[in-house]
T-cell receptor, first 112, second 111 residues
Framework: DQQVKQNSPSLSVQEGRISILNCDYT??????FLWYKKYPAEGPTFLIS?????DKNEDGRFTVFLNKSAKHLSLHIVPSQPGDSAVYFC???????????FGGGTRLMVKP | EAGVAQSPRYKIIEKRQSVAFWCNPI?????LYWYQQILGQGPKLLIQ????????DSQLPKDRFSAERLKGVDSTLKIQPAKLEDSAVYLC?????????FGSGTQLSVL
């Protein structure tokens, strides 16, 4: 039973354009959501998070949107840069970042 | 600030052998996690420690996996005996104020 799903295994975007990565969850107990970025042979690196009391959180080029009624969140990267090319994982937690449940990841490729 | 240290980086063993992984978390981080990441999938939580106590090990296959964090700092994860399906990257993470910091992981290949 996959409680966190990323339905797009890969995404290709032109440099300078917007990248939109999507994530769906099923567990109503999740109240904290995070995005991690992973390069090959490295551990996941924290990118941005959002609490369920908010519907948007922004940090520079990265914005996360949360739609609680649809149990859906998305990560927007604007503008996309070649260095953003990595695997992005969505993660969810029932209590402020502990005991993360991860999605399967989306591989983002930003073309110069 | 030093990151989460893990060793070894790579390990190749034959099935039914034993293997151990080591993790040194960020200084001062009381919470430590072990995750298993199978190729093409997201990390899956195996066990959570708070200081030297186990908070949750419900997803740890206890017939072959064990983990300890005796002094509340370093942790080891052991597999005995290993199976082919244990081939994965084993990630250690430590947490402070809700943000988990991951190590680079140990890539295990079971032949």
């Amino acid at each position: 039973d996959q409680q966190v799903k990323q339905n797009s295994p890969s995404l290709s975007v032109q440099e300078g354009r917007i990248s939109i990565l999507n994530c769906d969850y099923t567990n109503s107990m999740f109240d904290y959501f995070l995005w991690y970025k992973k390069y090959p042979a490295e551990g996941p690196t924290f990118l941005i998070s959002i609490s369920s009391i908010k519907d948007k959180n922004e940090d520079g080029r990265f914005t996360v949107f949360l739609n609680k009624s649809a149990k859906h969140l998305s990560l927007h990267i604007v503008p996309s840069q070649p260095g953003d090319s990595a695997v992005y994982f969505c993660a969810a937690s029932p209590n402020a970042g502990n005991m993360l449940t991860f999605g399967g990841g989306t591989r983002l490729m930003v073309k110069p | 600030e030093a990151g989460v240290a893990q060793s070894p980086r790579y390990k190749i063993i034959e099935k039914r052998q034993s293997v151990a992984f080591w993790c040194n978390p960020i200084s001062g981080h009381a919470t430590l996690y072990w995750y298993q990441q199978i190729l093409g999938q997201g990390p899956k939580l195996l066990i959570q420690f708070q200081n030297n106590g186990v908070v949750d090990d419900s997803q740890l296959p206890k017939d072959r996996f064990s983990a300890e964090r005796l002094k509340g700092v370093d942790s080891t994860l052991k597999i005995q005996p290993a199976k082919l399906e244990d081939s994965a990257v084993y990630l250690c993470a430590s947490s402070f104020e809700g943000r988990s910091i991951f190590g680079s992981g140990t890539q295990l290949s079971v032949l």
